[in-house]
DNA sequence: AGTATCATGTAAGAGGTTACATGATTTT
DNA sequence: AAAATCATGTAACCTCTTACATGATACT
């Protein structure tokens, strides 16, 4: 019934999609693996768990398999399943490229095993226009109103126009990875 | 007497530096530039001019020179300025890079105007240096579980490590610009 | 016996989102 | 007269942070 789960959530939906994991395994994840960006701190996560839970998209079950403490081992519901699916398959909007890069390289990162190969190359061809757009607007920008910026202000810009340029390298040669599966046409 | 500000407070406080704004102005600038990562919402902005102004650190006067709604224009105080000048001149934490280097940049982009071009240099050497400890972790990583890996978590992974090399470059790019500036030592 | 690790949770407070509310002035 | 723009603000709700609390098992 809540709104729109937060990225936390989406992070626990996309690992329990691969695997069962308690509380603990995914603050293990969020310390020990790239996803660092999460916090690991138990106050996120266990609440996190608790409201994914009490929306029906995660049931746990508690283990004591090994002599330790008991632990709540978590699943995908269908219902998680089906949101999850959503998600990834939403359209990649200009809001998205300039808020939020971060949601939308989680997003990719499930995208295979979530929704098929097929997806990921919609998805990557989405996030290019979406760029081949954003890109020489900022590039404007910098035109008429950097030469009145402090120097640092032009080279922060300057920064961020330079990261979007590498994303839209990684487009293509994401692109090429998948080279069998692309389509001609439009 | 708050904790620390968040972003969207240091992000206000490097605008009021260089001009007197209101929060209208506040929102248009977050609508019509490239710092439109930040939420052009009354609902965040107008609280935060009140904390900042709680915490003295901004003052805002009521102006109705022209004949429109009475608008209030907020200047930096002198706490305000001190306070904004400290986090300008924080270290450049390993944290920093892994969580956060969006507030990176939004420093950096404030750092001539408030503290000078040599504070500008330190940072783009210290923040090279993290750089170049931090990637080497990444693409260690990348070895040793990416071959398991599904192609788009692979993928994203690769655009993580590709964002963090474009960063790189720039700082290098940065410090030439910064020619003169450079000492020779250690 | 003490410490480290495994493991789960809560409480208070801060700050953001969305939606609502208001009101003056300028343009059509 | 209506709509757009300028302009400020509040209220409810949600989630995160920080700090605390608890307890079992394994290692030294």
Redo the contacts with the bound molecule.
């Keep these: ?9 989406r992070a626990i939906l996309g690992l329990l999609l691969q695997q069962p994991l ?7 994840i969020f310390t020990q693996t790239p996803m660092a960006t ?2 690991d ?11 994914l839970e009490a929306d029906g998209l995660v049931r ?1 079950r ?1 283990e ?1 398999s ?8 978590f699943r995908l519901t269908p219902a998680g399943r089906a949101k999850f699916e959503h998600w990834l398959t939403a359209p990649v909007t200009r809001d998205d490229v300039v808020r939020d890069t971060e949601e939308l390289m989680l997003r990719f990162s499930f995208m295979d095993i979530g929704v098929g190969e097929a997806a990921s190359v919609r998805f990557l061809r989405a996030l290019q226009h979406e760029l081949q757009v954003y890109i020489p607007e900022l590039n404007r920008y910098l035109g008429s109103h950097g030469p009145e910026m402090p120097r640092s202000g032009r080279l922060a810009l300057e920064s961020g126009i330079r990261s979007y340029e590498a994303l839209l390298q990684w487009t293509r040669h994401a692109l090429t990875t998948y080279g069998k599966h692309q389509k001609g046409g439009k």
Tied chains: 1, 2.
């Design positions: 019934m809540s709104g729109q789960t937060p990225l936390l959530g308690s509380g603990y395994d995914i603050r293990r999460f916090s701190s138990p106050g996120a996560i266990y609440p996190a768990l608790k409201r746990g508690t004591r090994t002599g330790l403490r008991q632990r709540r081992l």
